[in-house]
């Protein structure tokens, strides 16, 4: 870092060894390592250089993003890099057809296809001699795959499908890379056999043309327009996509689970079933890595810049007090702070992408009025991030199949014994029965009585809602009704698991001075911030007094105060480079407000004293020339 | 309306007179007209186009604007709009200088100028021949007025104030219309006279050249670059400003308040002081009014497009079931409708701006993926409210003021009877001892109850902060320990004001073939709403029992059916029309996904069917040249 750091007081009130600090974080020494290099070589790089995206036009937009992703597809070749490759295009941070090719398209090529299938396309795809994407969603259908409308009819006398969108709302809509770029696709379809329907399934369809990018016949495909915010996901060309009767080869139906013979048969292996659904599961596996990096880089922001802005507290002149030692700052902050290393430890979409999409708009608030500035880094980080919340499954639709497994789970307990994530629910008796035992704000600093209080709230509002449903005659109707209910434990069920996952995991050996004993002091926060915003969870279940859960808050209070010293070093624990990170507040040396001013005269708008529009618009006014003017 | 109106269906479900609550929702039949009016003004006037908004690049987008108010206000003039031309500048939906030159400039004149003063100024703002803004906040000073760096010293050698910026910090930051519009300010500085500092105060100071619009010597003035979104508030120029040693006549100083003589006497009028923070008193009450106006934009829209989208419940090939009939969406969406309503009635910016801006994020999610195209709407309505959460005062800065008079009035029970909005806890005993006494879910259906419960709750946690406080020795050191509590508390306080008022409002004559009953449906869902999701509040304090708050939830449930029939109607009643809204997916006539396909057309990339910079960065990786290839 050249320079002074501005933050360097804050970085020696660190009671851990920040280096061993990174090593947690990172996993290994080596995954440190690694992702320290490619980092670096993407930070040191103008190629990728992004300040000056959020001002781009679409156009200029997706052409610099074409640009990057050539650049950094080179490096990837004549660096020979290998698994090192996925680091790389991470720290180039910038969302691209790319994303969806080597996350979505060759997985579902790697999981659906045949050995021959396989062996044909994907040595094309992994060469980049194709693009592909991944086209499932429809203009009128989303999560619900069975809803989809788009046919794929078998030709037994050309021995091909005939792959036709027959409406409006069957339009592909959404899949990253279609718009602009793709040449093929999975796309996913009624297979229709006979006049009958035989289930959704993928087949490969080439888009345009390998020579000159035209769409082949009977393609009709663009881009479906802009979204939420500056620069953010507009450098990925979510695409719309038609199909007018286009014939493909019948092996282009990926058949690894059911297969179509020339006769027109229907055959299915033994590979179960879910094997379908196995992309969706690995890119949920992503999001969730996602939700632990898009968080820490809010909360780095956040913490970084609270410990440089100041405001009132000031005596007799002084400097004003630092934000970040306001307790109401506090309370907000570092809960998120502790959230982001639980979601480096444990990761279940459902439950993680909310609260990192609230967290990250929650650290903006937290920046005060230059968090709304997009050279604060954290409009972008918001807008890119929220769609996690709904692609590959709206939240609420997980966590009602979470509340159906939960009840279940319950109803079948009389001769079912619960394994995995629902094992507590075996002591059913004694965590309905025996209430918390805490009797001192110290008492909560203990793993056992936390484990405990989360699966006694987890099983009691499981076991409420079981007898809720009891007294519906048409259970399906009680589960619609009590939905709103079912939510509600579900997030109970998922929080515990979350919680305890945590705990479990630093029952392991983790090396470094101060670095196990602060991991367990986020663990505390982690789970008495959760414990003090459910309370009504709490209460209602009757688990705990009202004098507990008080006791509960004043023992967080404590520990924000032991939070306060190690902050700075906990968010430069995550290794950011400023490139990574792109937000002035968030500056590693804390120098913010001359680079903030600096940043200001870089708008478009300063090009010039006097703006663009003055002599049409404005001189009229003040000259009180209107009528004449011409508008 | 053109063409067939996709939600007849819904509309004709509708059990109260919409025209009458278009009438109570616009506050008079009179109000209604004239909003209609100027609405309808606006939106049939292709001068005011807002879809290809949040496609410009920043200087076209400003252009734009200035044209938009140049149109807007060659309106008014020709027209002789007086009251109506607010209207008129709130349907154009696009924020602007004008804003900040009728809403902040010409208030402070009004609120802090002599006679004399207002007489030679106002006649000139009020026909634009100067055009003014309010330069208060700083790059490093946002809430804290007393902090502000800028100084204006007295020469009384010249009869003159120097203005002057003497550090980084103290460049003005944020102000709208200063960017590159505003030809005067109200500059807020610290007044220094004989060497001594006599507090902050306003200046009226002239920017730029009334004929050419060049910066003045010693002004250095710029916008401060992007801010999030799209469009959004990017059509405002915020703006930076420095003075290096910047002359102006002392009869500049607004001086209603404090004077300063020739001879640089100090002299102070028996105006009140309060009058200082008149002008942001006054846009606070405004913001306000903006929240339920955002708010109900965006119910608006989720509430339409969750009749429109359909997901799951198909069973036998037939239609999915509409997802405004899922539980989990009534349970988030209803209680926004409610929110929306009682934010109409009532206005308490602390928690109405957090709600609402919280409430438009919600409303998106609630649209599931088509909430994130820009076309939605949702996107630009977000990032354009959020700063109301943070200008003028940041909530949490507000919470913990209204939390420190409720702790003084605890502490003054015993001899100083409460009046106004905590005149509750002159029965604060009765409020202590006494529990709820609901014992059917039906028993929630009374206003008396309600009230009560949440006096009692806000009650029972401003007593309990007061005992808290007590423990500490210095009480600003409690203070600053149990400043999250004390938030809570306040908060607490805060929603009581809002329900009881939205209650006592429902005492009144509400006329309409069943407006009143569905009013009161919407109050008894806000409230119960509330009280659920805070149910640890009312728990804790033990002024419920969980069987009680089992029984609010109860209830809640069954209002959720009662609100399903009205809920379209109960969004039109706000009588938006396509153009004020600006959302596909909340047309009036829920013509929904046709006009989502013909939008997506529209974006520049869809100009040709091979991208720009195919050849460049795309055909390269696919024809296995990149070597040689020119990134």
């Known amino acids: 870092m050249e320079g002074v750091d501005y933050l360097s007081d804050e970085r020696q009130k660190a009671q851990f060894d920040v280096e061993a600090m990174k090593v947690a974080w990172a996993g290994s020494l080596q995954a440190l390592q690694l992702s320290n290099r490619m980092a670096n070589l993407v930070a040191n790089d103008p190629a990728f250089e992004k300040f000056t995206r959020p001002m781009m036009g679409r156009k200029e937009l997706l052409k610099n993003t074409l640009r990057k992703a050539a650049h950094g597809w080179k490096l990837i070749v004549d660096l020979r890099l290998t698994e090192e490759a996925k680091w790389l295009r991470l720290y180039i ?61 078998f030709d037994p006398q050309t021995d091909e499908f005939v792959i036709h969108s027959p ?130 880089r809010a909360v780095c922001i956040a913490t970084r810049y609270s410990a440089v802005r100041r405001q009132f507290g000031s005596r007799d002149g002084g400097p004003e007090t630092q934000v970040i030692d306001y307790k109401t700052q506090q309370s907000r902050l570092f809960p998120l702070l502790a959230s982001a290393y639980a979601f480096r430890f444990v990761g279940l979409k459902s439950i993680t992408t909310t609260a990192t999409a609230d967290g990250i708009e929650e650290c903006r608030k937290l920046c005060g009025g230059h968090g709304y500035l997009v050279s604060s880094g954290l409009p972008e980080l918001f807008a890119v991030y929220i769609p996690a919340c709904t692609y590959e499954g709206d939240n609420v639709v997980l966590l009602l199949q979470v509340a159906r497994f939960l009840v279940k789970t319950v109803s079948e307990l009389g001769y079912k014994k619960p394994v995995g994530t629902t094992a ?109 915003k459910h309370q009504g969870d709490f209460l209602a279940t009757g688990y705990l007094t009202p004098k507990q859960a008080s006791l509960a808050n004043d023992q967080l209070r404590t520990l924000y105060s032991k939070v306060r010293p190690n902050a700075i070093a906990l968010v430069d624990s995550f290794n950011y480079t400023d490139h990574y990170l792109g937000s002035i507040l968030g500056r590693y040396d804390g120098n913010v407000y001359p680079k903030l001013y600096e940043a200001a005269w870089k708008d478009p708008l300063n090009d010039s004293d006097v703006v663009d529009g003055f002599h049409e618009y404005v001189q009229p006014i003040l000259k009180q020339k209107l009528r004449t003017a011409k508008l």
Request: hydrophobic share 40%; with cysteine.
């Open 93 to 153: 941070d910038e969302p691209a057809y790319t994303d969806l090719h080597w996350g979505m398209f060759i997985p579902a090529i790697e999981g659906q296809g045949t050995e021959e299938q396989k062996k044909k396309w994907l040595p094309l795809a992994q060469k980049m001699q194709i693009i592909g994407c991944y086209a499932q969603t429809e203009l009128g259908h989303g999560s619900n795959v069975q809803g989809l409308e788009t046919t794929a009819t």
């Open 167 to 296: 409406t409006l709302t069957s339009s592909k809509w959404w899949p990253g890379g279609l718009g602009k770029v793709s040449t093929h696709a999975v796309v996913y379809a009624r297979l229709i056999v006979g006049g009958e329907f035989h289930g959704v399934h993928g087949f490969i369809v080439q888009l345009r043309s390998l020579d000159d990018h035209s769409p082949l016949a009977g393609i009709t495909v663009g881009d479906i327009g802009l979204k939420f915010g500056n620069g953010a996901y507009n450098t990925m060309d979510n695409g719309v996509l038609r199909f007018d009767h286009v014939r493909i080869p019948r092996n282009q139906m990926l058949m690894r689970v059911t297969q179509v013979t020339k006769e027109g048969k229907i055959m299915q292996s033994n590979v179960p079933r879910q094997l379908i659904y196995g992309t969706m599961v690995y890119v949920r596996q992503t999001i969730v890595a996602d939700a632990s990096k898009a968080l820490s």
């Open 424 to 532: 507590y629910m075996g002591r059913v008796a004694s965590l309905m029965q025996n209430n918390c035992a805490v009797q001192t704000a110290e008492g909560w600093l203990n793993p056992g009585a936390i484990v405990e209080a989360f699966e006694a709230r987890a099983a009691r509002m499981a076991v409420r809602c079981g007898r809720q449903l009891a007294e519906f005659e048409n259970p399906e109707e009680g589960f619609a009704e009590l939905s709103a209910d079912l939510v509600e434990a579900a997030v109970a069920h998922c929080q515990l698991i979350v919680v305890s996952k945590f705990i479990e995991k630093l029952q392991q050996d983790i090396p470094g001075k101060g670095v196990k004993q602060t991991l367990e002091m986020l663990c505390y926060v982690y789970a008495l911030f959760l414990l003090h």
